[in-house]
């Protein structure tokens, strides 16, 4: 073990950990050196730790995916259980109690934790080959179909390796994974000998990275390079059939795209992998693409929610614009594989707008993925229903249930960033953080708020002698953000969408007031995504809303029209967990008697809608939709 090389160790939980990485401008925070105290997620993420793992572990049991374990390992007979690629759902799930246990002791947790990782150990090969699927009757097979996701299991043992090695210093599960890795770099590669190919499901790239980052190990580093130069050279596509290169973006290589293509959680974990090679390797032409694969995101393929993938068909994004919102399919897993690409890039650029839509999609887009009881799950997340979509509790593919969950177990890491002489604040919460700065100094912050329901935020800065504090302005906040220092106003260049730069000799006691005006905001969309023209969506601080049949009982949701008088928003404790609602004044607009029986008409002068009084209609925030009796849901409304 290269001890000058090792991340981190027990309690120094970091859960993309950059801080020894060459061309990366913010680095991490241990988990524990954040608290959230009670406020918004940490609720959640109680529930996460105290309801949502233990009950995971039940379906993995349950489903057979631990029994394909013991299978391999000779401990049961029958047949091999559920689709090719379980295996991955028990290492995230290890890869989220993992990161639970780093913040808390848990004996009922940890004991789950090492009966999995018994059953893992225990079915891996003596080359280090380890798949359940490909064992006994298809152990011939391996490798011979790289659209099976071998690589994609292991990358995600990889990464459950590494957390659970960062969060318990034990090298149980770590020695499982680089025995693994040596076979995967033994046989993959550019070199003579070796066999040149690449999974169809990225996840392996940025998974050899943590690997790298952990051990010390360069080949893991190189094999990361190696899988993400070898996509786009036709490895992939014909002998797998039944889809076109790009749906694994292999249609060209990675340096010469320009357009986010093919089955959206692939894309998001390709460049999550991507930017974890260029974090180490500082090749300009890999971040180069990367900017411009974020700009055709954000500008052209993203939902108003952050969700990302328009097509059900191959889980995929659709061309420029093509958003429609009732057959959305914006995966649970692919808003979390943008909350993993915006990380790496936040870390490499240092930009608000890569923290801002960490901030966005985390409220509008992985939130909704979960039930507010943490025990049920949206795989799509369509923004308009007639409300028949509803969580399940678990999925024959149960990709998104254990990604949410090591999400909200890692989500502290999320909070803070730190550069040599500036502490950065990305995200709001209450709750407290540590951070060691240069080596040398120790800086206590608290912030105080009630985000995302109000934009005050007091944050007291525990520390002594001159440094600089970074504050998040978000870019939703268009008008009137502002803060002191001990009282007094800072002119600080506050900008939305960029971080506000305090420099000063602190002093114990100090204390920051932001504030962050909320006002409702109604946004309007692109007008060539063509099923928004005329409507409008309601946004208030970072939340989207929507409005929903049981908040609005005698009115179909297709015929609300929104009045131009400003929303207003109030506080209901004993709703949906506690959430700002939003009331608006809106009339319902149907259809004239003409219209029955009949699709099309020619247009005629007197024919028209049916508008009815304005009446105040409420809205809820997006992410709590479907938590009630069944109904229609609508982001957007029609305007005027
Ligand atoms: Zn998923």
């Given at each position: 073990m290269k001890e000058d090389l090792l991340g981190s160790t027990q309690g120094q939980a970091?859960?993309?950990?950059?801080?020894?990485?060459?061309?990366?401008?913010l680095r991490p925070l241990p988990l524990d050196a954040v608290n959230l105290a009670d406020g918004f997620w940490e609720p959640r993420r109680r529930i996460n730790r105290e309801v949502t793992l233990p009950s995971q572990c039940r379906h993995l049991e349950e489903t057979g995916r631990l029994d394909n374990f013991r299978r391999a390992s000779g401990k049961t007979g029958g047949e091999y259980q559920?689709?090719?690629?379980?295996?991955s759902d028990v290492y995230k799930w290890l890869e989220a109690a993992s990161w639970a246990l780093a913040e808390h002791t848990d004996p009922g947790l940890q004991r789950m934790v090492d009966a999995a990782i018994t059953e893992v150990e225990d079915a891996q090969?003596?080359?280090g080959y380890l798949n359940?699927?490909?064992?006994?009757?298809?152990?011939?097979?391996?490798?011979?179909?790289?659209?099976?996701?071998e690589m994609y299991c292991a990358g995600h043992l990889f990464q459950a390796a590494v957390a659970h090695f960062r969060a318990t210093g034990s090298r149980r599960l770590l020695d499982v994974a680089t025995r693994f890795a040596d076979h995967i770099c033994d046989t993959f590669?550019?070199?003579?000998g070796k066999r040149q190919a690449v999974d169809g499901?990225?996840?392996?790239e940025m998974a050899l990275v943590e690997l790298f980052r952990v051990t010390g190990e360069k080949r893991y580093l190189e094999g990361a390079r190696y899988f993400v130069d070898a996509r786009?050279?036709?490895?992939?596509g014909s002998p797998y059939?039944?889809?076109?290169?790009s749906y694994s973006?292999?249609?060209?290589?990675l340096r010469d795209q320009s357009e986010v293509v093919g089955h959206a959680v692939r894309a998001m974990y390709f460049y999550s992998g991507a930017a974890d090679v260029y974090a180490e390797t500082g090749e300009p032409a890999l971040v180069e693409v990367l900017e411009r694969l974020w700009a055709n995101t954000t500008a052209?393929?993203?939902?108003?929610?952050?969700?990302?993938?328009?097509?059900?068909e191959g889980e995929a994004f659709g061309k420029?614009?093509?958003?429609p919102n009732e057959r959305a399919y914006t995966e649970t897993c692919a808003a979390i594989g943008s909350v993993m690409w915006n990380w790496r890039m936040l870390g490499l650029e240092a930009e608000a707008k890569y923290a801002d839509l960490i901030e966005h999609t985390l409220y509008n887009?992985?939130?909704?993925?979960?039930?507010l009881d943490g025990q049920h799950y949206f795989y799509q997340n369509p923004?308009?229903?007639?409300?028949?979509?509803r969580r399940q509790?678990?999925?024959?593919?149960?990709?998104c249930p254990p990604n949410v969950a090591r999400l909200l177990a890692s989500?502290?890491?999320?909070f803070y960033g730190a550069s040599e002489d500036a502490v950065w604040v990305h995200l709001y919460a209450e709750g407290a953080a540590t951070v060691e700065l240069d080596g040398e100094r120790t800086i206590r912050f608290r912030q105080r708020t009630r985000y995302p329901w109000d934009g005050g935020v007091e944050i007291d800065v525990d520390a002594e002698g001159e440094f600089t504090v970074m504050l998040r302005i978000p870019?939703?906040?268009?008008?009137g953000a502002a803060f002191e220092v001990n009282g007094e106003s800072v002119d600080a260049g506050i900008t939305p969408g960029s971080y506000a730069k305090i420099r000063r000799a602190w002093r114990p006691g100090d204390t920051i007031n932001l504030a962050l005006p909320m006002p409702v905001r109604c946004v309007e969309c692109h007008p060539y995504v063509a099923e928004n023209a005329g409507r409008v969506a309601l946004m208030r601080g970072p939340l989207l809303y929507c409005v929903e049949q049981p908040d609005n009982h005698d009115v179909d949701l297709r015929d609300l029209a929104l009045e131009s008088t400003k929303p207003t928003a109030r506080f209901e404790p004993d709703l949906l967990g506690g959430v700002v609602v939003l009331q608006a004044e809106a009339r319902s607009v149907a259809p004239d008697a003409g219209w029955e029986d009949r699709l099309y008409r020619t247009v005629h002068q007197g024919g028209g809608n049916v508008r009815t009084e304005a009446r105040e209609i409420t809205a809820i925030p997006y992410?709590?939709?479907?938590?009630?009796?069944s109904g229609a849901m609508r982001v957007w409304p029609r305007s005027g």
């Open positions: 970091v859960a993309v950990d950059t801080v020894r990485s060459p061309h990366v401008l559920g689709i090719y690629f379980n295996d090969r003596p080359d359940t699927y490909f064992t006994f009757e298809r152990a011939a097979e391996r490798w011979t179909n790289f659209d099976l996701h590669g550019p070199e003579e499901h990225e996840e392996v786009g050279h036709g490895m992939l059939g039944q889809h076109d290169p973006q292999d249609h060209e290589p052209r393929r993203m939902y108003v929610s952050g969700g990302l993938g328009s097509r059900y420029d614009f093509e958003l887009a992985v939130l909704p993925g979960v039930s923004l308009a229903d007639d409300g028949s979509h509790p678990w999925f024959g593919c149960a990709c989500l502290p890491g999320y870019a939703w906040c268009e008008e992410y709590s939709w479907a938590s009630r009796e």
